[in-house]
């Protein structure tokens, strides 16, 4: 019997999972969805410009580069999931020019200056977030209260963290503790705020103090899609099930965080070691949009278990060290462009050893 027609011979790998590019980026783009559709409810109409802008300015980067290479990419949805997490690193008022170059930047020089998409080093998203924070910081933290804050008279006004850097090394004692301090200093809670944490506390038995409702489910200023901790764990919950994630990167990056948060953050205020207000900081700023959809990038991060777990060491150690000791009040971005840049050496080093190559010479 001839079964030359029938016989196909090719490299490994000879079993496929099924999954291709296309579905694990538009999979991610609608885990994203949630968190920004809370953005649009409670930053306006403005936070969705702002996403749009972004959105159009990566897939036209995306477009123009594919002409110049003729490589047809635009449809594997990377490019939209760049443009979004450029939105959701945005704030709401932020003028429009910003998203566009930090989408731009992202797609034009991060990615495809070196090969595009497989071939970067750093997250796309996070190099082009980080350039226009250095270059229009003014734009890049105006921020404003929610209109869920129905108690807020004003418009503007400092995110939880950038209010917290600012005043609290200056107290000392037991009033220093972070919640302490915001109740304190007057810094606003919305109605649910209070009628949550009260159900909460008459009814479990819990002393929470006001503040960390809103910051779990978003009604704080901040970044479009990065306020609402609820909706990111929400769609990250998704992301696990599809097994697009792994539990690697995102847990050791959460536990070195709290960890080292929980150790020294209450030295800020006076309170000493062991003191530190780990929900305040696992809740605010970018830390769950990070964890969960930007550490984890594929191409940008390590291949290997063990590599995933230094990786996501590193990125809560850097994290905590920028929030805590450093002139900014966040650190997610710079914490995992920097863990990065040494993913080739963690790769190297947590690796496989190749069959047949002994590590060193035997000396006779």
């Not at 979004?84 to 690193?89: G, I, P, S």
Request: aromatic residues 14%; positive net charge; charged residues 10%.
């Amino acid at each position: 019997m001839d079964t030359t027609d029938t016989l196909l011979v090719t490299t490994s790998p000879h079993i496929h999972q099924g999954d291709t590019t296309a579905r694990i980026m538009w999979t991610v783009s609608a885990c994203l969805a949630p968190a920004g559709i809370w953005g649009i409810y409670v930053f306006g109409l403005r936070a969705l410009l702002v996403i749009l802008v972004a959105l159009v300015a990566a897939l036209a980067g995306e477009f123009l580069a594919g002409r110049l290479t003729g490589r047809r990419t635009l449809t594997d949805g990377s490019a939209f999931v760049t443009g979004l997490l450029v939105a959701y690193n945005m704030p709401p008022d932020v003028p429009l020019y910003i998203p566009v170059v930090a989408s731009l930047f992202g797609i034009l020089v991060v990615k495809w200056c070196f090969g595009g998409l497989g071939c970067n080093w750093m997250n796309p998203a996070l190099g082009g977030r980080v350039f226009v924070f250095f270059s229009w910081t003014g734009g890049m933290t105006s921020w404003r209260f929610p209109s869920t804050m129905q108690t807020v008279d004003t418009i503007s006004g400092a995110s939880p963290l950038g209010f917290v850097k600012t005043g609290f090394s200056e107290l000392s004692g037991e009033a220093a503790s972070v919640t302490g301090y915001l109740r304190s200093a007057g810094y606003p809670f919305s109605p649910m705020d209070g009628r949550v944490t009260a159900f909460l506390n008459d009814t479990f038995g819990f002393s929470l103090s006001n503040g960390y409702v809103d910051q779990f489910v978003g009604n704080i200023p901040g970044c479009i899609g990065e306020v609402s901790a609820l909706f990111l764990i929400l769609g990250a919950v998704v992301l696990f099930i599809r097994k697009i994630i792994t539990w690697e990167i995102p847990v050791f990056y959460l536990g070195s965080f709290s960890l080292l948060m929980w150790i020294f953050g209450g030295t800020a205020g006076g309170q000493g070691f062991f003191q530190g207000d780990v929900l305040f900081h696992l809740f605010t700023g970018g830390l769950m949009l990070g964890a969960f959809y930007m550490a984890t990038d594929m191409v940008t991060s390590p291949v290997t278990r063990k590599g995933m777990m230094i990786f996501g060491l590193g990125c809560g150690f850097f994290t905590f060290l920028i929030r805590r000791y450093g002139s900014f009040p966040e650190g997610v971005s710079l914490a995992i462009i920097f863990m990065n840049i040494l993913v080739p050496m963690i790769n190297r080093v947590t690796g496989p050893k190749r069959f047949g190559f002994a590590g060193k010479e035997r000396k006779e």
